[in-house]
């Protein structure tokens, strides 16, 4: 019968992390894309066989007990080798052929977990567009680093899938750079990074857009002509729009990523999305004669203010600021003597 443990290498005892570094070890070694000798399919389908059989604790304790036969004659043991190494490891030799040679790597899609507790890595930065988030890209670049056999440079290939946002990454094991000192190699960090777009502003899954229209176009409704990112957009509001008010259309945000969508799945079916947010800046006119004023009074019924009240002295006003900034100037005044209050208790 097959020797699970042998084929992996492992102790009876091995706990699921030796398993997976022991399968880690020889997928890599045997992946059919990357071996091209003659048993390297063979070999690569019973280790992944056995990783499969051996982190299940139903499978394992049953092969324990009764053998690989008893598993088989319950026809447990159907997988795909290739799945299950995509779905691990989150890296691809398809279609590379002879290019592994070169150091190339394939990852099919970014993840949004985080690598704080990662002690020793090394860094880089992938910038990518609001629009190449949005529509999903692939994108090739070349990563020089220090080994310690010397310096190399490694190629990356990376399918960046639609609605992925800023910092997601992917951690290369052992990707980085060599450190002689402490005698180990640094895992490596891709992170994306998104650039600035000159229209819209990100929010999760939602995207800002920000827009002026005339104090007419606020009280009579108006048909915004928006350069959308998958295309021209018609957004219609027919409410009247008071000052500092945002308006939203729903599923015209961003896509959202499905993350626990496995890799191998198509990426191409209907997707959900976040909604589109639309800041509406009213333009007021800089000056009005007096016949339009009068227009103005006529049109809403304007009348004056009582002025049975014993009038005063006739002083006029004049421009002082915008609210917004005078309201975060007296925030800003109103912290820093707090602060200095703080100072004075101690």
Partial sequence: MKDLYSILGIQRSANDSEIKKAYKKLAFQYHPDKNKELDAQDKFRDISEAYDILTNADKRRMYDNFGYEALEGQNALPINPLDLFQSLFNVDFAGLGEGMQSNIFVFSDLSSGPFLNIQNKMSYNLECSLEELYHGTQKEFEIPHLTSKGRKSTKYIINV??????????????????????????????????????????????????????????????????????????????????????????????????????????????????????????????????????????????????????????????????????????????????????????
């Fill in 161 to 346: 899938k639609k609605g992925s946002k800023d910092g997601d990454n992917i951690v290369v094991k052992e990707g980085g750079n060599y450190i002689p000192e402490l005698n180990l190699t640094e895992d490596l960090v891709i992170k994306v990074i998104e650039t600035p777009h000159p229209k819209y502003k990100r929010k999760g899954n939602d995207l800002i857009i920000e827009e002026k229209i005339t104090l007419v176009e606020a009280l009579c409704g108006v048909e915004l002509k928006i350069e959308h990112l998958q295309g021209p957009l018609q957004v219609e509001i027919k409410d009247i729009v008071n000052p500092n008010q945002m308006f939203q259309v729903f599923g015209q945000g961003m896509p959202i990523k499905q993350e626990g969508k496995a890799l191998t799945e198509d990426d191409t079916d209907e997707k959900e999305f976040g909604n589109l947010i639309i800041d509406l800046s009213i333009e007021f006119p800089k000056s009005l004669d007096d016949k339009r004023k009068e227009y103005l009074r006529k049109i809403f019924n304007h009348k004056d203010r009582d002025e049975t009240s014993e009038s005063g002295t006739s002083v006029q006003a004049f421009h002082y600021g915008n609210k917004e900034d005078i309201v975060k100037e007296l925030m800003n005044e109103s912290a820093e003597e707090e602060e200095g209050m703080g100072c004075i208790q101690q």
